[in-house]
């Protein structure tokens, strides 16, 4: 999948996920709207696109701070002295028997090689410049764990973050002359897990992520999302020209048109969505949030017909699903959303 035409396609607009939204708490339980065009190709792009959430796990949490992010203002808080750190960090690694749960089929007792890391009221405090008037904060707590296993011919990989109920979470702050100027909170519950072959990359998500992010002068913002949920992962299966995806996903935001709320996703075609040059060329994506469908049958010119609630086919031509997807428009993305 790294080098997958796929890849690029979905990528195209990720750099304006939905990490840019204003309000968090849990993936919202409530339908979306699917009534109109507009609807049916916003959830395009959040389910598959560049507004989604898919995209960004291709490539695994790695739950470090990304300073291009924006993060969420912080409370008052006494900062610890400088160049201190209190609490925990243990880390563990080895090799250890694994069951692959979520896949489909599963795989039971598989050796992998892992390593992990508990942290344990972590707290690092660190100082610069004249009179220490830089500050960089840090604060973690709760289990990270990866590993990797099998071979060439059928890689495994997992991520796991969080115990039972309760998240890890990693907490970036920076501080100038006392201001804060950088705020980035990251909470990960949940687990994933890919097999990867020569011919194709499955990977199943049963995850819950919040974020909140804060930068000087810029919007405070927050989100939050699950993809799977108690009843199953959501599944996605990608080869160099095809995708498959089954399952749900969840989401709450704070903007206009993107409230959020939860979807089922599925590619009920035979092989799933065919891609050609980067394009949907072929197959059908299925979307259903509460009592309401919209279901896109790809062509092979790069456009689509769009059926809302089983009504009359609608046409998407090939500049509308491109701009779905890479997010151009969509009411889910900060920099179509003005302050």
């Not at 409370?75 to 090799?95: I, R, W």
């Not at 979307?287 to 049958?297: N, P, Q, V």
């Amino acid at each position: 999948m790294k080098n997958s035409a796929i890849r690029m396609a979905i990528l195209a607009g990720s750099a304006v996920l939905l990490a840019a939204c204003n309000n968090g708490g849990g993936g919202g339980n409530d339908p979306v709207p699917l009534e109109t065009k507009s609807d049916g190709l916003r959830e395009l792009g959040t389910s598959i696109g560049g507004a989604g959430f898919l995209v960004e796990h291709l490539d695994f949490p790695s739950g470090s701070a990304d300073k291009r992010a924006k993060a969420v203002r912080a409370n008052a808080k006494a900062l610890p002295d400088c160049n201190t750190v209190t609490g925990s960090a243990t880390y563990n690694g080895g090799a250890k028997d694994r069951d692959f749960k979520l896949l489909d089929p599963p795989v039971s007792g598989l050796r992998v090689d892992f390593d992990g890391q508990l942290r344990v009221n972590y707290e690092q405090n660190d100082c610069y410049g004249e009179d220490d008037s830089i500050s960089e904060y840090f604060r973690a707590d709760g289990n990270l764990e990866e590993g990797t296993g099998g071979s060439s011919e059928a890689a495994y990989y997992y991520y796991s973050a969080g115990s039972g109920n309760t998240p890890a979470y990693d907490l970036n702050e920076s501080r100038e002359d006392g201001e804060l100027v950088f705020r980035q909170y990251l909470e990960y519950l949940g687990t994933i897990e890919r097999l990867e072959t020569p011919t194709r990359i499955v990977q199943a998500f049963r995850l819950s992520q919040k974020r909140e992010f804060f930068e000087r002068d810029e919007r405070d913002t927050k989100l939050s999302f699950d993809l799977g949920d108690s009843n199953a992962p959501l599944r996605l299966t990608t080869t160099s020209d095809s995708l498959s995806v089954e399952g749900s996903y969840r989401y709450s935001t704070g903007f206009s048109g993107c409230k959020g709320g939860k979807v089922e996703v599925s590619t009920p075609s035979a092989g799933g969505i065919a891609f050609t040059d980067s394009r949907p060329s072929g197959g059908e994506l299925r979307l259903r949030s509460g009592g309401s469908t919209a279901s896109f049958t790809f062509s092979n010119d790069g456009g689509a017909t769009l059926v809302i609630n089983g009504g009359a086919g609608i046409v998407v031509t090939p500049e509308e699903l491109e701009a779905a997807l890479v997010a151009e428009s969509s009411p889910c993305v900060e920099d179509n959303n003005p302050l």
